[in-house]
T-cell receptor, first 108, second 114 residues
Framework: GQQVMQIPQYQHVQEGEDFTTYCNSS?????IQWYKQRPGGHPVFLIQLVKSGEVKKQKRLTFQFGEAKKNSSLHITATQTTDVGTYFC????????FGAGTRLAVHP | NAGVTQTPKFQVLKTGQSMTLQCAQDMNHNSMYWYRQDPGMGLRLIYYSASEGTTDKGEVPNGYNVSRLNKREFSLRLESAAPSQTSVYFC?????????????FGPGTRLTVL
């Protein structure tokens, strides 16, 4: 069945450093979504990418969907302590398969 | 507009007890979902309902039943709780406008089975 892998599992950075997490699927995805979950909180939808090669930006966050629609990345420029949390990717519409997430720690 | 609400927030059960987790959304969404999240892990889909009156199994349906009571409400039942079902349970709903998909999560129910 479809699998979604995220790397790295965990990363800690100094505030101001950049951060990137990668999402890789074993099959072609119709779309990819990214979510953020703060410690003790619930996942919050960040963005959806649909088109091959699509790039979207939200302030310091840049999301990219691969040309083959099997991988995606989330890049945060100049991390802040408010970026702490776990970032999940997910593909599909109904029978959604989440990656295990990348936990980001930011040290001030 | 409360979004997705879940009750209870916390629950402790003994092995073999049953309980129902309640979920409601006020966004008029067709699709609703139940996930479980174990410590340090990602989300695993238990069941989903693409529309009122339909339900389908997700990745980990064993030990659970669901009811899509109406468009607003989607409940998850544990008939005979087991310690392996200790987890945080999230309900979610989603909307699809064209190809634009957005999923909204409830605050979660933290369940401990002793």
């Amino acid at each position: 069945g479809q699998q979604v892998m995220q790397i790295p599992q965990y990363q800690h950075v100094q505030e101001g450093e950049d951060f990137t997490t990668y999402c890789n699927s074993s099959t072609t995805l119709s779309n990819i979504q990214w979510y953020k979950q703060r410690p003790g909180g619930h996942p919050v939808f960040l963005i959806q990418l649909v088109k091959s090669g699509e790039v979207k930006k939200q302030k310091r966050l840049t999301f990219q969907f691969g040309e083959a629609k099997k991988n995606s990345s989330l890049h945060i420029t100049a991390t802040q302590t408010t970026d702490v949390g776990t970032y999940f990717c997910n593909g599909g519409y109904n029978k959604l398969i989440f990656g295990a997430g990348t936990r980001l720690a930011v040290h001030p | 507009n409360a979004g997705v609400t879940q009750t209870p927030k916390f629950q402790v059960l003994k092995t073999g007890q049953s309980m129902t987790l309640q979920c409601a959304q006020d966004m008029n969404h067709n699709s609703m979902y139940w996930y479980r999240q174990d410590p340090g892990m990602g989300l695993r889909l238990i069941y989903y309902s693409a529309s009122e009156g339909t339900t389908d199994k997700g990745e980990v349906p064993n030990g659970y039943n669901v009811s899509r009571l109406n468009k607003r409400e989607f409940s998850l039942r544990l008939e005979s709780a087991a310690p392996s079902q200790t987890s945080v349970y999230f309900c979610a709903s989603s909307e699809l406008r064209g190809s634009q998909f957005t999923q909204y999560f409830g605050p979660g129910t933290r369940l401990t089975v002793l």
